[in-house]
């Protein structure tokens, strides 16, 4: 062991203080557009099919913010969010559906690019 932190035990304690503390901060909470798809999804009154199997929205919204909490290293943004998170199954590669009422089922993608687009709109400064 280094004799600097056999001299100074408080410091060996402080080092591993600071790393335990910086990994936990890996773990990140979706930021303010990826929020707004898993909400999106979780208060529609569409169905999300994944796999073959129809789910209800709110089943939805946790089986994506699983997904996003365990695969949240390989997202940056929203759109990585919907296009390696949110687009298909992990598991069997097939992409999810959207079924909303009164309109034809269509890729997850495209509708939460839709829902994307429409909460930039909403958000962006006005000049």
């Known amino acids: 062991m280094n004799l600097?932190?056999?001299k100074y035990?408080?410091?060996r304690l402080l080092l591993l203080s600071l790393v335990l503390l910086a990994t936990t901060g890996l773990a990140r909470e979706p930021d303010a557009e990826v929020e707004y798809l898993l909400s999106a999804v979780g208060t529609s009154d569409c169905l999300?099919?994944?796999?073959?199997?129809?789910h209800p929205p709110a089943d939805a919204e946790d089986h994506l913010r699983m997904k996003y909490r365990k695969g949240a290293?390989?997202?940056?943004?929203a759109d990585?969010?919907?296009a390696r998170i949110a687009s298909k199954?992990?598991?069997s590669g097939k992409p999810y559906q959207i079924l909303c009422p009164g309109e034809e089922p269509q890729?997850?993608?495209q509708w939460l690019n839709e829902h994307l687009?429409?909460?930039?709109?909403q958000t962006s400064p006005t000049d």
Do not use: C, H, L, M
């Open 73 to 77: 290293r390989y997202v940056s943004n």
């Open 89 to 91: 199954s992990s598991w």
């Open 80 to 82: 990585d969010f919907i």
């Open 9 to 11: 035990p408080f410091r």
């Open 107 to 109: 890729p997850s993608s």
């Open 4 to 6: 600097y932190f056999k």
């Open 48 to 54: 999300f099919v994944r796999n073959g199997t129809e």
């Open 117 to 121: 687009t429409q909460f930039r709109a």
